[in-house]
């Protein structure tokens, strides 16, 4: 069973960058399929991308298609979450997950990390 990690949040302006961490331990981030949500306060929570378990490649939200990539380092056992050009809007907790799923679609995930708390003011 997997443990994550996420790290990296903050307070920033919009258009700002911030990049989001996601550690593991007790598996490899390669046995999984690897994903990033987000839960803003009153709202349910949203699927933000996720890497394919096999080839590593990710898959995005309309919402942040464009501005958000998501990535994997095998040897680091993490995966990232570059966010650009960030709104207001995109004010929430952030969470990582894993997935026995190769492809997992946003209902398909068994692992969570805590979340870490991103901020953009206007």
């Known amino acids: 069973q997997v443990q994550l990690v996420e790290s990296g949040g903050g307070l920033v302006q919009a258009g700002d960058s911030l990049r989001l961490s996601c550690a593991a331990s007790g598996r490899t981030v390669s046995s999984y399929g690897m994903g990033w949500f987000r839960q803003a306060p009153g709202k349910e929570r949203e699927f933000v991308a996720a890497?394919?378990?096999?080839?590593?490649?990710?898959y995005y939200a309309d919402s942040v298609k464009g501005r958000f990539t998501a990535s994997r380092d095998n040897a680091k056992n993490t995966v990232y979450l570059q966010m650009n050009s960030l709104k207001p809007d995109d004010t929430a907790v952030y969470y990582c997950?894993?997935?026995?799923?190769?492809?997992?679609?946003?209902?398909?995930?068994?692992?969570w990390g805590q979340g870490t708390q991103v901020t953009v003011s206007s």
């Open positions: 997950a894993a997935s026995v799923y190769p492809v997992p679609t946003s209902d398909d995930f068994q692992f």
């Open positions: 890497i394919r378990r096999t080839t590593g490649t990710p």
